[in-house]
């Protein structure tokens, strides 16, 4: 039988919520502080999955000043059958400090999944996790998390449901209250409904998104409960299936629950669709550490699992069991197209450029990137320095493997030393590694060298450098397993020059970046990066002739 190999979406793409319209599935994921906002992926066979839309692409909202991992968090995705109409339900977090997570949620709608997406509704400032579910008599339901954040109450809320009118855009009933968790592992979110043979199903996170991770679910026959926990009382899917209480437990990392013998880990954070042919899959977050570690460079990716209804109507894994797995059997008769790639090869030869690639805090505009001013080429005018969280000028696409290159050839002129243009890795604005081009007054010329951002701190490498004549120069990383070597070369030069080696850049990770052990930092991920800063006149600007990340490959092939 065919096989499904997960993460489906590897990198950044946390949240999944899916959806299946006619023949196409759909998937989108959260963004936090990147933009364009929303990401919505699109299949016709559940293995390969590539971006089509982004459902915010200018400043229909504000990401500057955001604090990692604040921004947009859990996009849910529908269709309401009897209106023909694409729904997006979604929270913008706005910060985190004092543990209030002041967030507002929304949601939007559109005839069609390629947008023009509605101004956003509001719906309510309660908590954060919504989805919408829109019922067989034409009411439509909220459920979202209620936000705890009184001492001594359990942490960290509860699960509730209100019904809400569209036409007018507001709450049409109460908020019922219906969970606070169907198993013991509390910290129960991302609530979604679900219909089935007269039963509601209310499917829902638990565990934090960290190793505790797992996907509950209860029933009732009333949409406002009470609600039946599943008969196992453990997550019908996890990479930890071992038994753990932490009701009340705001730890979100949970590191005692990691699973040594699984090669994923963190599944949690379900959304279910039903193929044409009648069988049920679960899309969830996973994570891969690297390797002896527990640290996850490349973020919660997106995997698969297969499910089915027992005789007595309750979800759960097909196999019967609950531990997430690697691999999974394909729908019958299905047709698994070739791959994706995820190597990416840039020329920036027309108008437009590859949707895969996102700014961090502020949106994409011509008058800071374009491929016009300069044909074949993309032009970045210099923005604020890489700490910066409102204007820093960066076109980055996701971490996907942890084995790759990237590489380009920019060209630049800078005439003060704040002017700067390169590539490198990014985590957020507190942590990156950055191969630049600049004017070096020490070496009295152009120059290629080194900086990095660790959990705040820049760190400048002042003695390794490479003195350049001419304003034009090739740049790559290579990144292996948290390990990172940056290399230059000139136009007449045949060989790569390598700038610096072996650079320890595990901390690159959800869990390294706030330097606290055990406990999660961010939960957003790796990106590559261009980037041009000028902290001068704001009047400098660079072209880069091409992008290229090759994935998985050896050192032959990368050169």
Do not use: C
């Amino acid at each position: 039988m065919t096989k499904i190999k997960n993460p489906i979406i590897p990198g950044m793409a946390p949240d999944p919520s899916i959806l299946r319209v006619d023949d196409k599935y759909y998937i989108a994921t959260s963004t936090f502080h990147w933009a364009p906002a929303i990401e919505l992926y699109e299949s016709t066979d559940l293995q390969n999955w590539h971006v089509i839309e982004h459902a915010f692409n200018h400043d229909e909202i504000s990401l500057q000043g955001t604090v990692t991992p604040a921004g947009i968090w859990a996009p849910h995705l529908s269709y309401d059958q009897k209106n023909k109409r694409y729904w997006i339900a979604y929270s913008h977090m706005l910060n985190m400090n004092g543990r209030e997570f002041n967030a507002n949620s929304f949601a939007i709608w559109s005839d069609s999944i390629h947008g023009p997406w509605s101004e956003p509704i509001y719906l309510t400032s309660i908590g954060f996790d919504p989805s919408l579910f829109h019922d067989e008599d034409g009411k439509t339901y909220v459920s979202i998390l209620e936000w705890e954040s009184r001492p001594n109450y359990q942490a960290p809320g509860r699960i509730v449901i209100a019904e809400f009118d569209f036409e007018t855009n507001q709450l049409a009933s109460p908020w019922h209250t219906v969970t606070t968790g169907f198993t013991t592992r509390g910290a129960s979110e991302a609530p979604n409904v679900y219909k089935r043979h007269g039963y509601y199903y209310l499917m829902i996170a638990a565990g934090g998104t960290g190793y505790a991770h797992g996907v509950e679910i209860g029933r009732s026959r009333n949409i406002f409960g009470p609600y039946e926990p599943h008969p196992s009382g453990e997550p019908i899917v996890t990479a930890s299936p071992a038994h753990l209480f932490s009701k009340g437990d705001p730890d979100a990392g949970q590191f005692q629950m990691y699973n040594p013998t699984s090669p994923i880990q963190k599944a949690g954070h379900g959304s279910l669709v039903e193929t044409p042919g009648g069988e049920w899959y679960l899309a969830h977050l996973m994570s891969r550490p690297l390797p002896h570690t527990t640290l996850n460079p490349l973020g919660r990716e997106t995997g698969l699992q297969k499910m089915h209804w027992t005789a007595d109507d309750w979800l759960e894994m097909a196999d019967g069991s609950n531990l997430a797995k690697e691999t999974v059997d394909a729908p019958k008769d299905a047709i698994i197209e070739t791959p994706v790639s995820h190597d990416i090869t840039e020329s920036f030869a027309g108008r437009t450029y590859q949707t895969n690639f996102m700014s961090p805090y502020r949106f994409q505009h011509e008058q800071w990137v374009n491929t016009t001013e300069r044909p074949g080429h993309l032009r970045i005018y210099g923005g604020e320095s890489l700490f910066s969280q409102m204007n820093p000028s960066m076109l980055a696409t996701r971490a996907t493997s942890f084995d790759y290159s990237i590489e380009t050839e920019v060209e630049f002129q800078p005439d003060h030393y704040s002017e700067t243009a390169g590539l490198g890795l990014y985590y957020d604005s507190n942590n990156w590694l950055y191969l630049r081009l600049y004017w070096s007054a020490s070496a009295n010329s152009l120059a290629v060298g080194l900086s990095q951002a660790k959990l705040g701190e820049k760190i400048t490498y002042l003695y390794q450098k490479l003195p350049v004549q001419v304003g034009k120069v090739q740049l790559k990383v290579r990144y292996n397993f948290g390990i990172a070597t940056v290399l230059a070369k000139i136009p007449a030069a045949e060989e790569w020059t390598t700038i610096v080696a072996d650079i320890d850049v595990q901390y690159l990770s959800d869990e390294g970046v706030n330097g606290v052990k055990g406990e999660i930092g961010g939960f957003t991920g790796l990106f590559n990066f261009l980037a041009v800063t000028d902290a001068h006149q704001h009047d400098s600007f660079a072209d880069f002739t091409y992008y290229k990340v090759l994935n998985d490959r050896d050192e032959s092939a990368l050169d």
